[in-house]
């Protein structure tokens, strides 16, 4: 193989290895988008991640009064939401009240859902991992988490990890 014939080779090399790189980066991409995709608009209900393994499952709902609990899935209004993209944070809005879901403060756990105002308490951030989403309250920081009938807000981590994991149906 002459010295041409080696600069054909390594330029090839060259494109072959660049364009593999730009594939990569695109499917990132795509895959981001894909799943950022999945989270926005709705309606859906969230699942509890726990409850899937241990039947039956249960559902995020909203009360008439506020209060956030999980219950029996039944396909209820109630326990339907929808999503709207923010670059600060998803805004979660009930299709029943068309209230947001709030995450209280550092000092209290309660998550309710009140009149949306645009706010950081009504700001989510949305991460999947292989056991489902985690939901991060921007205002505190602590993520969406459950005991198994209430739903509260608690460091992210701390305790069961699929206590603050969610399935979107």
């Known amino acids: 193989m002459g010295p041409w014939d080696m600069k054909k080779v390594l330029l090839i090399a060259t494109a072959v290895v660049?364009?593999?790189?730009?594939?990569?980066?695109?499917?990132?991409?795509?895959?981001?988008?894909d799943a950022q995709a999945m989270i926005t608009g709705g309606p859906f209900r969230w699942v509890a991640y726990f409850s899937v393994l241990n039947p039956p499952s249960r559902c995020v709902t909203a009360t008439e009064g506020g209060q956030v609990n999980l219950s029996i899935c039944d396909g209820g209004r109630y326990q339907m939401w929808s999503h709207s993209q923010n670059q600060l944070g998803d805004e979660i809005r009930n299709v029943q009240s068309d209230l947001c879901l709030q995450g209280g403060s550092p000092s209290s756990p309660s998550v309710?859902?009140?009149?949306?105002?645009?706010?950081?308490?009504?700001?989510?951030?949305?991460?999947?991992?292989?056991?489902?989403?985690?939901?991060?309250?921007?205002?505190?920081?602590?993520?969406?988490?459950?005991?198994?009938?209430?739903?509260?807000?608690?460091?992210c981590g701390l305790g069961d990890p699929a206590r603050q994991r969610w399935i979107q149906q």
């Open 18 to 33: 660049s364009f593999a790189h730009s594939l990569s980066a695109m499917a990132a991409v795509s895959d981001k988008q």
């Open 112 to 155: 309710t859902t009140q009149a949306c105002n645009g706010g950081n308490a009504q700001r989510w951030v949305l991460t999947q991992d292989r056991l489902g989403w985690s939901m991060r309250n921007v205002s505190t920081g602590y993520c969406l988490d459950t005991n198994g009938s209430a739903v509260l807000q608690i460091y």
